[in-house]
């Protein structure tokens, strides 16, 4: 029986692992350093017919292997013949897993590359992203009408941008916001509560927002996630599209992310006439709130005080000419939520 080298995806947020990949009667055999696993021949499917090759198990999650021997799919149809004939896919789709297959393994080989291949995964693929992860983190919390003074926040900081942002305000008392790719914001109303004018609001959403247009989610999940489950996104199938979802929601950003996304949103402030002292009066309360209880903020991000220090050093070399927010009443009415 032949052998081939691979590489092994558990269908969790983990690196991929050397593998060798045994096409056999009853199967595929795949050794990976810490045992050997059996997968039935009726319990995978060909993702992609490559090169390279890519299995893609059945059941959740999903895992997957990865050869870069075409031989590899011709040994599996010589055992499993049913493997011969492919469910059908439109050229557009067949496109999409040669980009993936392609994205993927360089940013296997490579990861410090994903920050840049990044750019090439369409916008309409991080929007359906998003969406997932954002159905995937809300489950279950209701979700409120977005005050007016939010709208008029994000068309001030994002004047024709490649994404549409869509913010949401979670009836949550957690102090938190979060950003998803492809332009999905949530802030829950615990934070929103405790700001103390729309220019601490618009710091945070521009903070969020250079997350979206940094592509940070998106990169972090190309170095993450596994091609098999890549594939399943983009085949649409509901359940394995959930999964992934609620993995990406539950990714945090690298100090090295937030500081650019604090640096970027501070420069954005300045460009949509916002003073970006309001970002540095932020990281005051929550460093306030710290003291007495952390918020659920400070687990997902670095340190208050050592942002706001990044803040004013950031601060002191721009120029700024503000232009007031509209009048609203603050904090926005609680608006109806479901």
């Given at each position: 029986?032949?052998?081939f080298?691979?590489?092994?995806f558990?269908?969790r947020?983990t ?40 299995l ?15 031989r ?53 693929w991080?929007?359906?992203l ?7 983190h809300?489950?279950g ?16 900081l994002d ?25 999905r914001?949530g ?43 890549l ?10 599209a959930?999964?992934?979802g ?15 996304a ?8 300045a460009?949509?006439g ?38 004013r ?19 926005p009415?609680?608006?109806?939520c479901?």
């Amino acid at each position: 029986m032949l052998s081939f080298s691979a590489h092994y995806f558990d269908g969790r947020l983990t690196d991929p692992v050397p593998a060798r990949a045994t096409p056999q009667a009853g199967g595929v055999s795949i050794e990976i350093p810490s045992g050997t696993l059996f997968w039935p021949g009726d319990s995978f499917r060909v993702a992609g017919a490559g090169p390279p090759v890519s299995l893609a198990t059945l059941a959740q999650p999903v895992q997957s292997l990865v050869v870069q021997d075409r031989r590899f799919l011709d040994q599996i149809v010589y055992h499993h013949p049913a493997h011969a004939q492919p469910r059908r896919r439109n050229p557009a789709l067949t496109a999409a897993f040669s980009l993936l297959g392609a994205l993927a393994l360089l940013a296997i080989s490579l990861p410090f590359l994903a920050g840049f291949l990044v750019i090439l995964i369409p916008n309409s693929w991080e929007e359906r992203l998003g969406r997932l992860a954002f159905e995937a983190h809300t489950q279950g919390t209701p979700v409120c009408a977005t005050p007016p003074i939010i709208e008029t926040i994000v068309e001030r900081l994002d004047r024709g941008g490649e994404f549409s942002f869509r913010v949401t305000v979670l009836d949550d008392l957690q102090v938190n916001a979060f950003a998803l790719p492809g332009g999905r914001i949530g802030v829950y109303r615990g934070l929103l509560e405790r700001l103390r004018s729309p220019e601490e609001l618009a710091a945070v959403l521009a903070h969020e927002i250079e997350h979206v247009t940094q592509r940070h989610s998106t990169s972090a999940l190309l170095r993450t996630l596994s091609l098999g489950a890549l594939i399943t996104l983009v085949t649409g199938e509901p359940g394995a599209a959930t999964e992934i979802g609620r993995q990406l929601a539950s990714l945090h950003f690298s100090r090295q992310a937030e500081e650019q996304a604090d640096r970027a949103g501070a420069r954005r402030l300045a460009r949509a006439g916002i003073h970006p002292e309001a970002m540095i009066r932020v990281f005051e309360l929550l460093e306030s709130l710290a003291a007495a209880a952390p918020p659920a903020y400070l687990s997902t991000h670095p340190p208050a005080a050592a942002r706001r220090e990044i803040i004013r050093d950031e601060v002191a070399g721009l120029k700024v000419f503000s232009r007031p927010l509209p009048d609203a009443a603050w904090p926005p009415p609680r608006q109806s939520c479901r």
